[in-house]
């Protein structure tokens, strides 16, 4: 990519935070928000945005991405177990502030835009459950995770606590809560008499 074509994607990415960070004065929401309101922002050229982005989903996600992969990193220098605690924790982490918030809106977004959810679920959803997917693989292979259910499932059930807590606003999304509910999800909710069964 060229090195103009590239300050111009930044300025568009930069631009859509700003416009979209609570924390900024003159901020709006992510139904408020429109590619014009962002070109206008990045003193750029709607033709420039839709060259890299089909909507202005799609530049909202990609902007969460810039900031949300960089803070939820999967190590690959720890046992899986203790490499998915940490991601967990740190997806939450993220989830407790201003990107939460975001995050709530944008898949609120997404119940009413077919292409909003779609362009979701390709650019961000499946791409970290992908992630999960394969630690949560390395897991079973290390004998951490039992092995009789698809890592996709595990990955998602791993996952609904925070998006619960994220849309609801019913618990803390704090390190101690998450961990405890990361607990839960691995020992399983049978009684313990009936489990040793």
């Known amino acids: 990519m ?7 994607r930044q300025a568009i990415l930069q631009s ?3 416009l979209i960070d609570e924390r900024e004065p003159g901020s709006m929401s992510v139904q408020q928000l429109s590619i014009e ?3 206008r922002e990045a003193g750029v050229s709607k033709t420039t945005i839709y060259r890299w982005w089909p909507n202005k989903a799609a530049v ?4 969460f991405l810039e900031n949300h992969i960089l803070a939820t990193q999967i190590r690959e220098d720890l046992p899986a177990i203790e490499a998915l605690r940490e991601h967990v924790i740190s997806v939450a ?3 407790s502030g201003h990107e939460g918030r975001l995050m709530a809106q944008l898949i609120a977004e997404c119940q009413y835009d077919p292409s909003t959810l779609e362009e979701f679920k390709q ?3 499946y791409p970290r459950r992908r ?11 290390e004998g951490s995770i039992r092995d009789d259910y698809a890592p996709t499932e595990i990955a998602d059930r791993i996952y609904s606590s925070i998006y619960f807590r994220l849309l609801f ?29």
Not at 60 to 63: A, G, H, K, L, P
Not at 176 to 196: C, E, T, Y
């Open 16 to 18: 859509t935070m700003r």
């Open 93 to 95: 982490a993220v989830y």
């Open 169 to 197: 606003q019913e618990g803390a999304l704090d390190a101690d809560a998450i961990s405890s509910s990361f607990d839960l999800v691995l020992s399983g909710v049978g009684a313990k008499d009936r489990m040793q069964e």
């Open 2 to 8: 060229a090195v103009r074509s590239e300050q111009s």
């Open 123 to 125: 650019h961000f959803w």
């Open 60 to 63: 909202i996600i990609d902007t």
């Open 131 to 141: 992630a999960v997917e394969k630690l949560v693989a390395r897991a079973m292979a």
């Open 37 to 39: 309101r962002i070109a």
